[in-house]
């Protein structure tokens, strides 16, 4: 018995290839499906060819060290506009001469029609991450001058990798990108598009996805196609296409691997169901909106919203981090029947423990139980909580190549187990109690995706931090826009904070976080629902604090390496802030804690913004009674 062939079983399917659109067409119908094929772009030469010509001098005088070729039409382009200046002959003894390094199967062609073969070839899915790669294995470029023939547009990341390499770039371009002569087929589809007429939309290029996102800003219609996305399936060739997709905020919803069309069109035409399915349900659950006064809950009134607004309270409000956690018999006793992350996938179990932990200690807010790192798997890493190890990544990212296997969150329905959690801890607490959702930060997210564990000296982590710029923005930009989608979709189920862990962040010193970190959590914050508070919480080390706070958030988590009144005087009184006992101290008896309860509140001097807590979370160790009496202390202390 056979598998039924993939069939997009009468679903609209729009393709925008140009010089295979006829080829596209056929394949999507002979899949079933109803193929709206409109050809996006058309390769344009250049008309003054000087450039080129004087490339081609350079090349043939020997001023040229390696010539990497992007493209096929562009190498024959090249040809054509030069030969008759330079005589073909020369030119083509000249790039036998030279190193050429082939970026695809294109150029690859062309060079075979010249009598020509290529010294190196990029593997597939040949992105320029690839070839940095490859030259850095097969030909390191430091002190040499490299011919880059470009697509119609320049690579900026690709240039930066190479002078990163200590390379100098002489780049030649000899053709540009246009739309179609004929336009009216492709502002028929974008049109069908913002109307909700399609179903699925199919990419073979970067620049197709700029053309029609360009075609649709100039139809009025950019809003509306970008609303229609939510309920279509939206599919790429390849990484280099994804990222153009990334770059100008375009879902994906698949990606083809290898980057073939024959594979992309029956792989589509397999998930496609299945995606709309998923991207339907969840767009119901999309819209959020603030609670106003016609519609404001208890827990909009408690202490622990007003402190996070920096409102007066009749009491410092507190909660513990682990508060539900292995401290608890309870919870041990659930333990003892599975696995970590299969508690995790149980939202009713989820909601018990945490309730139980709230109505036991008496806090005034609950946090979901989840953990830092299931978001890691639907973007491709391989995660296990090994018993005794902790969390490990069996397939973890250490290079520029790896990043292309860490996709996009593009829609939160991969953790619905985690979403449904939210939801049904909402539903379970007494109305007076507000519920935080929570992530990993990005930074932290990354070092466990390189490093594929915990880590002392963040090697792996911070070589590739220092050695590839390029490749450590792409990998920290899609995990900031995964993270805000999960976040986002906390909210929507029912979230009224929310809290970023970075708990690895304190490695590094404020030159490097403002540098490679803090751009990226800004990015993230500022795609945070309007009037929900973010907690920001960082911990290692105290001279990040204004940092941080230029990064964003409305509260900041203090831990308990610096004293709360010097933290507080850094981070600025226009913030909340949350913190900062020590951990261990609940280990010690009751008059300590007490004392040290005390001078973390005298700290505060009582000013509206302060929410107790630990400076990070609760140990195993800790007698379950010792936080209890905790929660009672700070109450005490701080209600009269």
Not at 118 to 142: C, F, G, M, Q, S
Request: negative net charge; contains cysteine; proline residues 6%.
């Amino acid at each position: 018995m056979t598998d039924a062939k993939p069939s997009f079983r009468g679903l609209r399917v729009a393709s925008f290839e140009s010089r295979r659109n006829e080829e596209i067409a056929r394949m999507i119908e002979r899949t079933g499906g109803e193929a709206f094929a409109s050809a996006s772009m058309r390769e344009v030469p250049l008309a003054d060819h000087r450039a080129a010509v004087e490339f081609a001098n350079r090349l043939i005088t020997g001023q040229i060290d390696v010539f990497i070729l992007l493209t096929g039409v562009g190498t024959k382009h090249f040809v054509d506009a030069v030969e008759r200046h330079v005589g073909r002959q020369r030119l083509l003894d000249a790039m036998a001469d030279t190193t050429t390094v082939v970026r695809g199967p294109k150029p690859t062609a062309v060079l075979k029609e010249l009598g020509l073969t290529p010294t190196i070839r990029v593997p597939e899915p040949n992105t320029w991450r690839e070839l940095l790669t490859t030259l850095d294995t097969d030909l390191p470029v430091a002190n040499l001058t490299i011919g880059l023939q470009e697509y119609g547009t320049s690579n900026p990341s690709l240039i930066a990798g190479l002078e990163a390499r200590g390379a100098t770039v002489d780049r030649l371009q000899v053709y540009t990108w246009d739309f179609p002569e004929d336009t009216a087929p492709l502002e028929a589809n974008i049109r069908r598009w913002a109307a909700g007429e399609l179903d699925v939309a199919m990419f073979t290029s970067a620049n197709q996805v700029r053309n029609v996102l360009k075609m649709a800003e100039d139809l009025g219609l950019i809003d509306e196609v970008r609303a229609a996305t939510r309920q279509m399936m939206i599919a790429s060739i390849g990484p280099t296409c994804s990222d153009a997709m990334r770059e100008l905020e375009l879902p994906i919803d698949y990606e083809a691997s290898p980057p073939k069309m024959g594979i992309l069109v029956q792989r589509v035409a397999d998930a496609a169901e299945g995606v709309l399915e998923r991207k339907r349900r969840v767009a119901q659950i999309s819209t959020i909106t603030v609670p106003t006064a016609s519609d404001a809950k208890p827990y909009d009134q408690s202490a622990f919203m007003k402190a996070c607004r920096r409102e007066p309270t009749d009491f410092t409000p507190v909660w513990l981090m682990r508060q539900a956690g292995r401290y608890m018999p309870e919870y041990r006793e659930v333990r003892a029947k599975m696995g970590f992350l299969e508690l995790c996938r149980n939202p009713q179990l989820c909601s018990e423990v945490m309730c139980t932990a709230v109505e036991y200690l008496g806090v005034d807010a609950a946090i979901i139980f989840s953990d830092l790192l299931p978001i890691l798997e639907p973007m491709g890493l391989d995660l296990e909580f090994a018993p005794g190890d902790g969390p490990v990544i069996h397939n973890p990212v250490r290079d520029a190549a790896d990043i292309d296997r860490v996709v996009d969150l593009e829609s939160a329905d991969a953790l619905h187990y985690v979403i449904e959690t939210v939801r049904q801890t909402r539903a379970d607490l007494p109305d007076t109690i507000p519920l935080i959702g929570f992530a990993g930060a990005p930074f932290t997210l990354a070092s466990y995706a390189i490093e594929g564990g915990a880590s002392r000296s963040y090697l792996h982590t911070k070589t590739l931090m220092y050695r590839d710029r390029g490749a450590w923005d792409a990998l920290m930009g899609r995990l900031a826009r995964s993270v805000a989608v999960y976040l986002n979709a906390q909210i929507a189920a029912g979230a009224q904070v929310v809290q970023l862990f970075d708990s690895w962040v304190g490695c590094l010193g404020p030159g490097d976080y403002n540098t490679f970190v803090a751009p990226h959590v800004k990015q993230l914050i500022e795609s945070l629902t309007p009037g929900v508070p973010v907690i920001h919480f960082g911990t290692g080390n105290p001279e990040l604090l204004e940092s941080q706070v230029a990064a964003g958030g409305h509260v900041v988590g203090v831990d308990w390496r610096i004293d709360l009144d010097t933290a507080w005087k850094r981070i600025g009184y226009d913030r909340a802030v949350q913190g900062n006992l020590e951990p261990l101290v609940l280990l010690a008896d009751r008059d300590t804690i007490r004392h040290r309860v005390k001078t973390v509140l005298d700290q505060a001097e009582r000013r509206p913004g302060h929410i107790f807590n630990l400076g990070h979370g609760i140990l195993q160790q800790t007698p379950p009674e010792n936080a209890r009496a905790l929660v009672e202390m700070v109450h005490e202390l701080s209600g009269g």
